[in-house]
């Protein structure tokens, strides 16, 4: 079991540049890869998803690449000409319009053309292997610190899962009375109304009957049980399994329900409220399983 969150961090270089690329999990349902990748290194996008995608299977995945260029060597250039045209601009602008200001470094590196980047083409193919490299790193340190948080999230979803099972097994042996002390409700219910029944009566008898078919949670039960067990052995295995258990999740509430609306027996409804108070918390846990 991993966690959906997690973080990695990985260096490499190559004679043209050191690259440190950073990779970042958070919780999300579906898998979503966003890449901050410089201009120089948007040819990489498509392999670094695959990269990505062929590790990670759930999450929202944030990588971010940070180069530094060897000295003379893909360093950006800044095109000085362009950069005075944009400040005579800006003068017989703030002349013209009287405006009040200053013209910042930071202002004017923004402006477009000032500040020329490498281009993307001239990437060589060892700084394209480090960048693999970089990448790879960072998506094992990720992978590691998602598979510490998964084995705490596995002892959490272990122990209430243990206590779901103790529930349902406290239920299974309340049921055989449930018939018996509905045969004594329906009998003081008609009491109550002037009407005494003798306790072989059949006429009681067959409403008794009627009314535990009715509220006969066994089948519910069952299903209860096969579902518990599918998640424990689910919850066991290294693959992407938050789905799976999300898919239980759901079908353990519906029959949570159900076995709710059939009980009619009050320690029975609060071992069911009991039940369903634990089940939002293997929820809130299961929704950060990868």
């Known amino acids: 079991m991993r966690s959906m969150t997690g973080y990695g961090r990985g260096r490499a270089a190559s004679d043209q540049c050191k690259v440190v690329v950073e990779v970042q999990a958070l919780n999300k349902r579906q898998t979503e890869i966003i890449l901050n990748l410089p201009d120089a290194f948007s040819s990489l996008e498509a392999e670094i998803r695959a990269a990505i995608d062929r590790k990670v299977h759930r999450g929202r995945i944030t990588a971010s690449l940070r180069p530094t260029f060897v000295r003379g060597e893909h360093a950006p250039n800044v095109n000085r000409r362009l950069a005075k045209d944009y400040v005579d601009l800006f003068k017989r602008m703030q002349k013209e319009l009287e405006l009040a200001g200053e013209i910042g470094i930071e202002t004017l590196l923004r402006a477009p053309g000032v500040l020329e980047l490498p281009d993307q083409k001239e990437l060589r193919p060892e700084t394209r292997q480090a960048v693999m490299t970089a990448l790879e790193t960072a998506l094992e340190h990720l992978l590691a610190m998602r598979a510490r948080e998964g084995a705490h999230l596995w002892r959490d979803l272990t122990r209430r899962i243990k206590t779901l099972r103790g529930n349902l097994g406290k239920i299974r042996k309340l049921q055989p009375h449930a018939a018996q002390r509905l045969r004594n409700s329906l009998r003081e219910r008609l009491r109550s109304f002037g009407v005494e029944v003798s306790i072989d009566d059949d006429r009681l008898a067959k409403e008794v009957v009627f009314f535990a078919e009715r509220s006969d949670f066994s ?35 519906r029959e949570l329900n159900t076995l709710s609306a059939k009980a009619n027996n009050a320690e029975i409804s609060q071992l069911v409220v009991h039940s369903k108070a634990e089940l939002e918390k293997i929820r809130e846990q299961v929704s950060n399983v990868e």
């Open 219 to 253: 089948e519910e039960l069952s299903r209860l049980e096969s579902h518990i067990d599918q998640f424990r052995v689910t919850s066991e295995k290294e693959d992407a399994i938050g789905r799976t258990l999300e898919f239980l999740c759901q079908e353990i509430g």
